[in-house]
């Protein structure tokens, strides 16, 4: 679960809802149905018009990825494709075939197939590039889903107030009803802004930064898959596929292989003291 996303969210909403105690409102103050079901609906039909049915009908879904997607970390993605490595360079590409037992990630099994089939190296970079092209392409567009739905409800929101002010006009007759019901009529532009601002479109960029992560992990994967079917050294291939890593994975992974490191020392002196 990404609490970022939820913690976002709360901090959002109870600050509207703070602010608008500290001014003396009320909850009951920011709640209009009508205004609620015209922004909510009418964005979510706009959105609907705007793409296929089937990428409209992916936005629950995609809502969630933003909440319940767990994301790979690259240095435990870097040791099991050295793992790998060393196992290839000890006993040959088919004992591999074992360790894509109960994998999940479907990329990483389709191009470890392929390695082990002995498929020409251009053509498994040029067969798992054109699957991440297309990953990238879907992820795109979730995202896209979401910035749309972003833009159109404060004009949803703009529209239920024009509507509202109709209304209001229409009742001159009684200007101690005006005021609040111009207030009621402004929640409709309330309900748009903040949803966009505090739903949509922040959601959009977490989409975004979950692909940007994704690709990385996969491109990553691409590298290391065509480093263990050259048969380079484990070593070499851990150098090559820290490159990808941003500094502090650099200093967790340093951090990791000294532990490691240590950890061999002591088992050695171990050994050879009951020896």
């Not at 690259?74 to 494709?81: C, E, G, K, Q, S």
């Not at 005006?178 to 505090?198: C, E, K, Q, R």
């Not at 065509?226 to 484990?234: K, T």
Request: with cysteine; net charge negative.
């Amino acid at each position: 679960m990404d609490l970022a996303t939820l913690l976002g969210i709360i901090i959002a909403v109870a600050s509207v809802l703070v602010c608008n105690m500290m001014e003396d409102g009320s909850l009951a103050s920011l709640f209009n149905p009508s205004a609620l079901i015209l922004v909510v609906c009418g964005t979510l039909g706009a959105t609907i018009i705007s793409f296929s049915l089937q990428d409209a009908l992916a936005l629950p879904k995609l809502i969630m990825l933003t909440v319940f997607n767990k994301q790979q970390n690259p240095l435990n993605v870097i040791d099991m494709l050295v793992g790998c490595a060393e196992k290839a360079r000890r006993e040959g590409l088919l004992v591999l075939q074992e360790s894509l037992t109960g994998n999940e990630d479907p990329f990483l099994v389709r191009g470890m197939n392929l390695v082990i089939d002995g498929a020409d190296p251009a053509l498994v970079r040029g067969i798992l590039e054109t699957d991440l092209a297309f990953l990238e392409r879907r992820h795109s567009t979730g995202a896209g889903v979401l910035e749309t739905a972003g833009g159109y409800a404060p004009t949803m929101g703009i529209i239920g107030t024009v509507m509202g002010l109709v209304q209001v006009l229409g009742k001159l007759e009684n200007p101690s009803e005006l005021g609040p019901a111009i207030a009621v009529a402004f929640l409709a532009t309330f309900y748009g802004i903040a949803s966009a601002n505090m739903f949509w479109l922040p959601l959009a960029a977490k989409l975004r930064l979950r692909n940007k992560g994704e690709t990385l992990i996969k491109e990553l994967m691409i590298e290391g898959m065509l480093s263990i079917q050259a048969g380079e050294n484990p070593r070499i291939v851990r150098e090559k596929l820290e490159a990808f890593l941003a500094p502090k994975f650099h200093r967790e992974a340093k951090e990791a292989k000294d532990a490691k490191d240590a950890k061999d020392a002591k088992e050695q002196g171990a050994e050879r003291k009951a020896g």
